[in-house]
């Protein structure tokens, strides 16, 4: 990063996950990078989507542009597949910010062959450790559903993936 | 146009692509066919969430193959090299799930190989990549299901050896000998004797012969762009 890609970082802070909101695409980590060109009229994007089929993905990039797009002349985005997009690329603000949303955050980092996602360690609504995994999926390819076995609340747990 | 034939002798020819695009387009569709029918909620949306997954990779691999709309909703049935399995119709939920067994089996094995090929192109070993997670917990998905059924109620258990009899002759684009080994130790804990690995077996799809059933899904999902070529948001 340096001085001028700060703007273009700043903005995309502003720019929320359309299914999270409380995050930003730079909390989820899959903006990878931000180069703007040295008049700092032109900038490129590089954004690593988070699941295959996430139907976010189209929204995010149309966001990104949308944002930039006041502040400079010319923006170009990049889909950069590889290496893929994991949970580690969440900042620890971003698993902050999910817990007080309701959502528990991704529990520790990924490990190989992937098909261990993770537990997590608390319930977002009343902080106890006694969970139970009601399916898989949910609302969307990013979340597992769970519920708190001490008050009962059903929550999304971000998958760690 | 690109087409399944012109990679025939292709730069990348040790892996099919147009099977693994076509097999998981053609079993997004399938499974897109459960929503708002699944048993319970929560299947609805594991299987809108793994159509979801099968869709984003074929269209990854369609993308590197041509133009992705073209292919998808404007190739004839026989121009499509889906295996054969992933066309059949959706049949109960027990169906549904030993099928996606079937598949997981395949697809849990080759994104790897994917991942890793320096002769694909890295956009294709990018898509494959991310395939691997996901395929991982597709497959974790279907095997939990097929035990639960298999050893389950007396007609749970019957429905599952009713599909597994009727799966089996639509193994042999799918299966390899580590295929064989991934599904046993499921079938095993499902209590559904796994049959012989010498049984006959289809394998046509790859010279473009398909099921009738093939026909009537294209009909449905190409119907939209074929109506309104050019159409979009």
Not at chain 1, 98 to 103: D, N, Q, R, Y
Not at chain 1, 124 to 143: L, M, N, Q, R
Not at chain 2, 36 to 42: F, K, L, Y
Not at chain 2, 201 to 229: C, F, I, K, N, V
Request: charged fraction near 25%; glycine fraction near 6%.
């Amino acid at each position: 990063m340096n001085a001028t890609d700060t703007r273009a970082w700043a903005l995309l802070a502003q720019v929320p996950d359309p299914e999270i909101p409380v995050l930003s695409v730079v909390d989820l980590g899959i903006v990878r990078a931000v180069e703007d060109s040295a008049d700092q009229r032109r900038v490129k994007v590089t954004l690593t989507p988070t699941y295959s089929g996430c139907p976010a993905t189209e929204v995010i990039a149309r966001d990104v542009r949308t944002a930039l797009e006041s502040s400079y002349d010319e923006v170009e985005i990049v889909t950069q597949l590889s290496p893929a997009w994991t949970t580690d690329w969440m900042n620890d603000a971003a698993r902050e910010k999910l817990s007080g949303f309701g959502i528990a955050p991704p529990a520790g980092r990924t490990t190989l062959p992937l098909l261990d996602v993770g537990t997590p360690q608390a319930c977002p609504h009343c902080g106890s450790a006694g969970v139970e995994e009601i399916a898989g999926f949910g609302s969307t390819p990013c979340k597992a559903l769970w519920r708190c076995r001490s008050c009962r609340e059903p929550f999304d747990y971000f998958k760690r993936h | 146009m690109a087409s399944p034939t012109s990679n025939a002798a292709g730069p990348y020819a040790a892996i099919d692509l147009w099977r693994i695009a076509d097999g998981c387009l053609v079993l997004s569709h399938r499974l897109s066919e459960w929503m708002s029918r699944a048993p319970t909620m929560e299947e609805d949306i594991a299987l809108g969430n793994i159509a979801l997954d099968l869709l984003g990779q074929s269209r990854g691999l369609l993308q590197v193959l041509g133009d992705e709309d073209r292919l998808a909703y404007f190739r004839e049935p026989q121009e499509f090299r889906n295996p054969l399995i992933c066309e059949l119709p959706r049949g109960d939920f027990g169906f549904t799930m030993l099928r996606q067994l079937f598949v997981d089996c395949w697809l849990v094995d080759l994104w790897p190989d994917v991942a890793a090929d320096d002769t694909v192109p890295a956009e294709v070993r990018g898509v494959a990549e991310k395939a691997v997670k996901e395929n991982a917990y597709h497959l974790r998905h279907s095997s939990s299901w097929v035990v639960r059924l298999g050893d389950g109620t007396e007609e749970s258990r019957r429905r599952m050896q009713e599909a597994l009899d009727a799966l089996w002759p639509y193994r042999g684009e799918v299966a390899s000998d580590r295929w064989y080994a991934r599904i046993e130790p499921v079938l095993t804990e499902a209590t559904l004797p796994m049959p012989p690995r010498d049984a006959w077996t289809q394998r046509s799809s790859a010279d473009g012969w398909h099921t009738e059933h093939l026909g009537y899904l294209l009909a449905e999902m190409q119907s939209l762009a074929r109506a309104h070529p050019g159409a979009s948001w």
